[in-house]
């Protein structure tokens, strides 16, 4: 791995993700999250709307940022 591409990525979790997927997803999630929160017609209904932002915005952070891992089966033989 080159400087450069440590410039890019951080570490989350022990992996390695490029900084600007991870601010892109972390800007979905909290908006969709956020938004789901505020709509909420009743005093007990902000959490479940909230949640149910969040896992959209979790689908439509998968959906825009793809994945940029390559596997590959080396045999041992």
């Known amino acids: 791995m080159s400087a450069e591409d440590k410039k890019e990525n951080v570490e989350v979790w022990e992996d390695l ?3 600007k997927d991870l601010v892109i997803s ?3 999630c909290s ?3 956020l938004g789901g929160y505020l709509i909420a017609p009743e005093s007990q ?3 479940i709307y909230g ?3 969040a896992v959209l915005g979790f689908i439509i952070s ?3 940022i793809k994945p ?3 596997f590959s089966y080396t045999d041992e033989e």
């Open 45 to 47: 209904q902000p959490l």
């Open 26 to 28: 972390l800007a979905i």
């Open 31 to 33: 908006v969709t999250s």
């Open 17 to 19: 993700v490029r900084i």
């Open 51 to 53: 949640l149910i932002g």
């Open 68 to 70: 940029k891992r390559n």
């Open 62 to 64: 998968t959906i825009v």
